[in-house]
């Protein structure tokens, strides 16, 4: 018998691991009673803002917060204020003189204040980072207590873009000091609707 049949007849023999079934993550995580009061704490610390407004309310809403800009992009299918189609452009870089973009978000987590938006209705991903200010749109029924909850709405299966954003672009790397609109969006609301 060779010395490396030797040294794998031991590992055989003294195997200890056991199989075990995993355990059950049912009941996991962090709850809130509040999550929209949850949601909006954890979104304010990071320089972004939330409201609730009824679906038809929606275009004034965004119009009293922002009233001076003027190329706006949506792929919200009941918000009538866009007036310029980002998927109509071939080159990305052409997105850069949108001054708001009001996207649709899947779902919002209250434990981190953070919204799953994907990239399927949009051809351009950088539409979330390039645009000037940003405003995620949510379903009120949509928001989620925590990240476990999140990761079991979405799926793998099919390889397509997502991330999870969180109000407007920020860095805090230089002397830890919080910088709002560093790389991407200044501003950023969620606005749930119901």
């Not at 200890?16 to 704490?41: A, C, D, R």
């Not at 407004?53 to 800009?69: G, H, M």
């Not at 709002?180 to 119901?194: C, L, N, R, T, W």
Request: glycine share 6%.
């Amino acid at each position: 018998m060779t010395s490396k049949e030797l040294i794998l007849q031991n590992i055989r023999k003294n195997n200890v691991v056991k199989n075990e079934p995993l355990p059950v993550l049912n009941n996991f995580g962090i709850t809130y009673q509040e999550k929209f009061e949850q949601f909006s704490i954890m979104l304010e610390s990071v320089g972004g803002h939330s409201l609730i407004v009824k679906k038809e309310e929606l275009d004034s809403t965004i119009k009293e917060i922002y009233p001076d800009e003027k190329n706006i992009a949506t792929n919200v299918e009941y918000c009538n204020i866009g007036n310029f189609n980002a998927n109509d452009e071939d080159d990305p870089h052409n997105l850069r003189n949108i001054d708001l973009a009001v996207v649709k978000g899947e779902f919002a987590v209250a434990e981190n204040g953070a919204v799953w938006v994907k990239n399927s209705e949009n051809r351009h991903r950088s539409l979330y980072f390039i645009a000037q200010n940003i405003v995620l749109v949510v379903d009120k029924n949509a928001l989620l207590n925590n990240m476990h909850e999140a990761y079991d709405l979405i799926s793998f299966q099919k390889s397509t873009y997502g991330a999870f954003v969180s109000g407007p672009s920020k860095t805090a790397d230089i002397e830890q000091s919080l910088v709002i609109g560093a790389h991407g969006p200044k501003s950023g609301y969620i606005i749930f609707v119901e």
